[in-house]
């Protein structure tokens, strides 16, 4: 893995595999050497990135490229080799006998309807990802526009930090390190996520309320690198993250720029 050759191998692999696999799919000569080519891919991915449940995702929804009977062929396949699981084959004819053919539906809801629905949908795939471009910044940074949007591998952040909370009118405060209300892996997604900063913050703001704080006041000393680069302030710390209300599609007016450690006024 440490051999220079071996991320070109790996990334203009992909790369081949993505732009040019769909084609393999479509035709049924080729259609079985292009899954297996998918599950190693997916493999290799499973086994070098920490990445989740896409790899298992993704080679599922490569197998909608057989024929829709294909799951049960391979049960009928396996009960006639292995008699134990015989009862595999009865409980999964069972069930596609109690579900209505896809063609008596169509027929039944109309062509247009569904033709209607199909590229609808296909229209919100498309616009889905572009809205990152409709944001000021860099994505990768603010994140606006991240999700849902196949942007996967292409940053990594880490971050470290610390709450305040100062209840209004008095010297009373107190510092809080996230890690005592949330999991390892909470805290360390939220440090790069503006939204999950601000519900902390508002989590906060509630619990001090309720043991008996004035108007509680919390404030965020963050900071975050990306892609291996320096750390750089996120948040501005002299901004009242209790006080500011998210609003869908608004950009957060406390979020830093990326090497900009205060906000001018």
Not at 112 to 138: A, S, W
């Amino acid at each position: 893995m440490e051999k220079e050759w071996v991320a070109y191998a790996m990334s203009y692999g992909g790369l081949l595999l993505d732009l040019f696999v769909t084609f393999f799919l479509i035709f049924k000569r080729t259609r079985v050497f292009a899954f297996l080519a998918v599950v190693l891919f997916h493999l290799i991915n499973l086994m070098v990135f920490q990445i989740g449940i896409f790899p298992w995702l993704s080679t599922t929804i490569t197998a909608m490229y057989f024929r829709p009977d294909f799951p049960r062929r391979i049960f009928y396949w396996l009960g006639a080799k292995i008699n134990k699981l015989q009862w595999v084959v009865d409980k999964w004819n069972a069930f596609w006998r109690e579900v209505p053919e896809a063609d008596s539906y169509v027929s039944s809801v109309g062509k247009k309807p569904v033709c209607i629905f199909i590229v609808t949908l296909c229209l919100i795939q498309i616009l889905i990802p572009l809205r990152q471009h409709y944001y000021k910044g860099d994505v990768a940074w603010t994140e606006y526009g991240h999700r849902g949007s196949w942007r996967m591998m292409l940053r990594g952040k880490t971050g470290r930090g610390v709450f305040t909370v100062v209840e209004e009118g008095t010297d009373r405060k107190e510092q809080i390190r996230a890690k005592k209300f949330l999991y390892k892996r909470q805290e360390r997604k939220m440090y790069g996520q503006p939204d999950m900063i601000l519900e902390f913050a508002h989590f906060l703001k509630e619990k001090y309320e309720k043991e008996g704080w004035k108007n509680p006041k919390v404030y965020a000393d963050i900071k975050v690198r990306l892609n291996g680069r320096k750390y750089a302030r996120y948040v501005d710390k002299d901004f009242d993250l209790g006080s500011w209300e998210w609003t869908f599609g608004e950009e957060a007016e406390w979020l830093l720029e990326e090497g900009e450690e205060k906000r001018a006024d």
